[in-house]
Every structure is written in structure tokens, then in C-alpha cells.
């Protein structure tokens, strides 16, 4: 087994002799296994143990049998405890996940404290079939059909080419100790009961189901690899960045043989699930204006397009501009300044850019976000009109709406900036002194 795992590692390039590597042991057979090995090898390990509390006094037992063990081969060996059932509680998921989430985040602090490269876990051929089983379950895309990947980032499972079977007999022909969980053979978790009741019916029907499975996976992660290569370039069609935002053509997106695909692939890892595909989809034959939601992103049905930004609170910042001043807005610069009308004075075009007739304006001006019943009376025209209604004339989505500033001079607004200034304060042929803002 031993001459296997080092051809495997070598094969994979999975990690060299003389990396240092976080090992993470529970105690149970697949973990100090792993770490038999690595001590084998003469590798340099950094032991880390979770106590998750789920398991009384064994929770217990297992961490000192863990601690005594790295003492054992004289490795450095770091544990924790969590309140798992707590913070699935107070995070909604369940235990399972929980305990997921802890580790994972737990195994990154130690490895990058202790200088190692990767964090190596047990994971078998076993766990791939079980993993596979349970992605169908629950619902899944060609991703979920390839299983467990040996390396992954700064995760790597080197056990992966061995099953349960062939760990157990190492574990025998040395004579390792190690420690039973019994909560393996319950059948309360998805994994376990999967374990317990679903692949023996299965080797029932196919007694190579394990190869067979494997051999599964294996054409999987090509067809995932020509899948992939296909979404990239028919994203190319659909899909374009401006500010920092996502643009979908809903036109095009609608044009594609699977539309549900292609959007499920670009918008998943923004943690949309595939009932909120489902609903956005759904949404492209309404009326623009919709909304949808994940933890850090939302998604807007606008007219043309699909707009996918980061979630942020509401912009409350006022900012005050002198004469002559100069402050940061986000990413952009505003520069203002006085100065005598020249008399070949000429406005500018550029929309960034707009010129007020100095001795109009009271001082200090006000740049803020708009507001609802803001009006002003936009350059060209006699009347007054609501802020809410130039954009609806001028078919603002929602992100240009919320995106929108105001210059003001007392209660006056002055200018929809970038857009349009108020005929109030125009440059006339009467003005002294001009007032320029810049935006770059």
C-alpha cells in the first residue's frame, strides 16, 4: 500500500517529500492510517484533532488518543473545540455541514501558522461513491457527478485510489490501534444511511459496483472538462462586465439550447440554487424590475439585461464642496473650481463635466444620493420635474437608480450627476464667475 500511495502521489503531483503538511486525524481507521503512512515516508507532519462535543466522553477519548498518537511519532499536534450543535443552530444547517464548516475554516488557520503547504485529509474511494450518491439525491450537475477531487486548492486526499476494504487490512497487517465512532453505524446522517442501506443493494444488483463506480467518475471529469469548455466559449455570446456589474443579454441567454445550463454554470458560484434559476428564468417573461437574492449578491431583471452586482447597504453619505475643492467618491475624483468667464467660454460635452453660474449657488454645496420627492427643473425645460420621473423617462434601472447622486446648493438641486443640470443655474450670457465640477 505503501509503494502505491508514493506512485500515486508522484502521478498526481499531489506534494513533494519535503513540503510540510497539516495532517488532519479524527483517530478514527481512515486518519491514522494516513498518518502511518506519512510517517513511513518520513514526511513533515503538523497534527490537527476536532472535538465537535457530539459524542460525549468518546468526543473526549478521541482527542487524547489523537494527542498521545502525534506524541507517538513526535509530530506536533494542535486540537480544538467547537460548539457544533450550537452553530448549526444559530447558521440554520445541520450538523453535518456544521462541522464541515468548522474544520475546514479551523485546518486553514493552523496550516498557515505552522508554515505547512497542504492540509491532507482521509478520504477514501469509499467517500467518492457516497459523495456521488448523495450530490444525485439531492440534486446536482455534472460537477457533482465527479466526486471527490485529490487535490483541490491547498486540500489534498492522498487515499483516494484505496477503499475502505484495503485500509481496514493495512491497518490489521500493522497493528494499528485506532478508534471506533459509533455513530458511523447510525443511520440518523445521509452519508451513513447511503453507507448502510443504499450501496449493499446496489453491490446486490452489481457486485463490481465499487470499479464500476469509479470508472463512472472517471468519465465524468472528461465530459465535465468538454462541458466546461463549451459553457466558456457560448458565454462569450451573452455575458459582459461594465462597473464592476455582471451584464446577462436576456435576448441572447434566451437563444441558447439550454438556457437553465448556462445560467445555473455563471450564476451558482454567486450562490444561486437551482429553484432561483428556475425563478429568474421565469422572470425574462415579465415585466423588468424583479429582484433576487443570495447572501453577498443580488440579481436585477432589468430590461435588456440580467444585473448581477454585490449586495451593499444603502449609500447614505453627504459630502460638502467649497469653491475650490477636491474630495474621493468611491473610486472617482471631484475636482471643483471658480473661475471668470472667458468670453469664448464653450460647454463642455463630456457628461462628467458641468458648469454652473457661480454667483447663483449658495456655498457650501451638498453632493448626495437622491431621495424620494426630489425635483428639479432639468436644463431645456420651463417646469419642474421628480427626480423618479427622469429616470423613468430616461430608463434608469434599478442599479443606475440607486447609483445616482445629486449635487445640491441650499434645497436646490442643481445637477443629476453625470446626466443633467437644472436650467436655474445655467451659464447665460449675464454670468461673471463660472463654477466647474469634474468628475473623473
Same mark, same amino acid.
Given at each position: 500500500?505503501?509503494?502505491?500511495?508514493?506512485?500515486?502521489?508522484?502521478?498526481?503531483?499531489?506534494?513533494?517529500?519535503?513540503?510540510?503538511?497539516?495532517?488532519?486525524?479524527?483517530?478514527?481507521?481512515?486518519?491514522?492510517?494516513?498518518?502511518?503512512?506519512?510517517?513511513?515516508?518520513?514526511?513533515?507532519?503538523?497534527?490537527?484533532?476536532?472535538?465537535?462535543?457530539?459524542?460525549?466522553?468518546?468526543?473526549?477519548?478521541?482527542?487524547?488518543?489523537?494527542?498521545?498518537?502525534?506524541?507517538?511519532?513526535?509530530?506536533?499536534?494542535?486540537?480544538?473545540?467547537?460548539?457544533?450543535?450550537?452553530?448549526?443552530?444559530?447558521?440554520?444547517?445541520?450538523?453535518?455541514?456544521?462541522?464541515?464548516?468548522?474544520?475546514?475554516?479551523?485546518?486553514?488557520?493552523?496550516?498557515?501558522?505552522?508554515?505547512?503547504?497542504?492540509?491532507?485529509?482521509?478520504?477514501?474511494?469509499?467517500?467518492?461513491?457516497?459523495?456521488?450518491?448523495?450530490?444525485?439525491?439531492?440534486?446536482?450537475?455534472?460537477?457533482?457527478?465527479?466526486?471527490?477531487?485529490?487535490?483541490?486548492?491547498?486540500?489534498?486526499?492522498?487515499?483516494?485510489?484505496?477503499?475502505?476494504?484495503?485500509?481496514?487490512?493495512?491497518?490489521?497487517?500493522?497493528?494499528?490501534?485506532?478508534?471506533?465512532?459509533?455513530?458511523?453505524?447510525?443511520?440518523?446522517?445521509?452519508?451513513?444511511?447511503?453507507?448502510?442501506? /443504499?450501496?449493499?443493494? @446496489?453491490?446486490? !444488483?452489481?457486485?463490481?459496483?465499487?470499479? =464500476?463506480? $469509479?470508472?463512472?467518475?472517471? &468519465?465524468? +471529469?472528461?465530459?465535465?472538462?468538454?462541458?466546461?469548455?463549451?459553457?466558456?466559449?457560448?458565454?462569450?455570446?451573452?455575458?459582459?462586465?461594465?462597473?464592476?456589474?455582471?451584464?446577462?443579454?436576456?435576448?441572447?441567454?434566451?437563444?441558447?439550447?439550454?438556457?437553465?445550463?448556462?445560467?445555473?454554470?455563471?450564476?451558482?458560484?454567486?450562490?444561486?440554487?437551482?429553484?432561483?434559476?428556475?425563478? /429568474?428564468?421565469?422572470? @425574462?417573461?415579465? !415585466?423588468?424590475?424583479?429582484?433576487?437574492? =443570495?447572501? $453577498?449578491?443580488?440579481?436585477? &431583471?432589468? +430590461?435588456?439585461?440580467?444585473?448581477?452586482?454585490?449586495?451593499?447597504?444603502?449609500?447614505?453619505?453627504?459630502?460638502?464642496?467649497?469653491?475650490?475643492?477636491?474630495?474621493?467618491?468611491?473610486?472617482?475624483?471631484?475636482?471643483?473650481?471658480?473661475?471668470?468667464?472667458?468670453?469664448?467660454?464653450?460647454?463642455?460635452?463630456?457628461?462628467?463635466?458641468?458648469?454652473?453660474?457661480?454667483?447663483?449657488?449658495?456655498?457650501?454645496?451638498?453632493?448626495?444620493?437622491?431621495?424620494?420627492?426630489?425635483?428639479?427643473?432639468?436644463?431645456?425645460?420651463?417646469?419642474?420635474?421628480?427626480?423618479?420621473?427622469?429616470?423613468?423617462?430616461?430608463?434608469?434601472?434599478?442599479?443606475?437608480?440607486?447609483?445616482?447622486?445629486?449635487?445640491?446648493?441650499?434645497?436646490?438641486?442643481?445637477?443629476?450627476?453625470?446626466?443633467?443640470?437644472?436650467?436655474?443655474?445655467?451659464?447665460?450670457?449675464?454670468?461673471?464667475?463660472?463654477?466647474?465640477?469634474?468628475?473623473?
Amino acid at each position: 500500500m505503501l509503494r502505491k500511495l508514493v506512485r500515486h502521489i508522484e502521478k498526481e503531483d499531489l506534494f513533494y517529500r519535503n513540503e510540510r503538511i497539516l495532517v488532519a486525524v479524527s483517530g478514527g481507521l481512515d486518519s491514522v492510517v494516513l498518518l502511518h503512512l506519512l510517517h513511513k515516508m518520513e514526511m513533515d507532519c503538523v497534527v490537527a484533532h476536532c472535538n465537535f462535543q457530539l459524542r460525549d466522553k468518546d468526543s473526549d477519548g478521541d482527542e487524547i488518543f489523537v494527542k498521545n498518537l502525534a506524541e507517538h511519532y513526535k509530530f506536533p499536534v494542535y486540537s480544538v473545540t467547537f460548539e457544533t450543535t450550537e452553530y448549526a443552530k444559530e447558521k440554520g444547517i445541520s450538523i453535518e455541514m456544521a462541522a464541515r464548516d468548522l474544520r475546514y475554516n479551523w485546518f486553514e488557520t493552523i496550516r498557515k501558522e505552522n508554515d505547512c503547504r497542504y492540509i491532507l485529509t482521509a478520504h477514501h474511494a469509499d467517500d467518492v461513491i457516497e459523495t456521488v450518491l448523495i450530490n444525485l439525491v439531492r440534486g446536482t450537475g455534472i460537477h457533482g457527478l465527479t466526486g471527490i477531487k485529490a487535490k483541490k486548492g491547498k486540500l489534498v486526499r492522498p487515499l483516494l485510489p484505496f477503499t475502505r476494504e484495503e485500509i481496514k487490512t493495512y491497518a490489521e497487517q500493522n497493528e494499528l490501534e485506532y478508534r471506533e465512532d459509533y455513530t458511523n453505524i447510525q443511520t440518523d446522517f445521509v452519508r451513513n444511511k447511503i453507507r448502510h442501506q /443504499i450501496i449493499p443493494v @446496489l453491490q446486490e !444488483i452489481n457486485p463490481a459496483i465499487q470499479k =464500476t463506480m $469509479n470508472e463512472n467518475v472517471g &468519465r465524468f +471529469r472528461d465530459i465535465e472538462q468538454i462541458y466546461n469548455q463549451e459553457i466558456a466559449k457560448r458565454r462569450l455570446s451573452f455575458v459582459d462586465q461594465e462597473d464592476g456589474r455582471l451584464l446577462i443579454l436576456i435576448a441572447e441567454l434566451k437563444k441558447l439550447t439550454s438556457p437553465n445550463s448556462h445560467l445555473y454554470e455563471l450564476l451558482h458560484p454567486y450562490g444561486f440554487h437551482s429553484r432561483e434559476i428556475i425563478n /429568474i428564468l421565469e422572470s @425574462l417573461d415579465s !415585466i423588468s424590475g424583479k429582484m433576487f437574492y =443570495t447572501e $453577498n449578491y443580488q440579481l436585477l &431583471r432589468d +430590461r435588456d439585461y440580467l444585473v448581477l452586482t454585490e449586495k451593499g447597504e444603502k449609500d447614505y453619505r453627504e459630502y460638502q464642496l467649497d469653491k475650490n475643492d477636491r474630495i474621493e467618491l468611491g473610486e472617482y475624483i471631484v475636482e471643483c473650481e471658480v473661475f471668470d468667464r472667458p468670453s469664448d467660454f464653450k460647454f463642455s460635452t463630456d457628461s462628467q463635466i458641468a458648469c454652473f453660474d457661480a454667483d447663483k449657488l449658495t456655498f457650501p454645496l451638498e453632493l448626495r444620493k437622491w431621495q424620494e420627492g426630489d425635483v428639479f427643473q432639468p436644463i431645456g425645460m420651463k417646469g419642474r420635474k421628480k427626480v423618479s420621473d427622469y429616470f423613468i423617462d430616461n430608463k434608469f434601472s434599478l442599479t443606475d437608480k440607486e447609483n445616482a447622486w445629486l449635487l445640491v446648493s441650499g434645497d436646490d438641486i442643481i445637477w443629476l450627476v453625470g446626466h443633467r443640470m437644472d436650467d436655474r443655474f445655467k451659464i447665460t450670457k449675464d454670468t461673471i464667475s463660472v463654477y466647474q465640477v469634474c468628475i473623473s
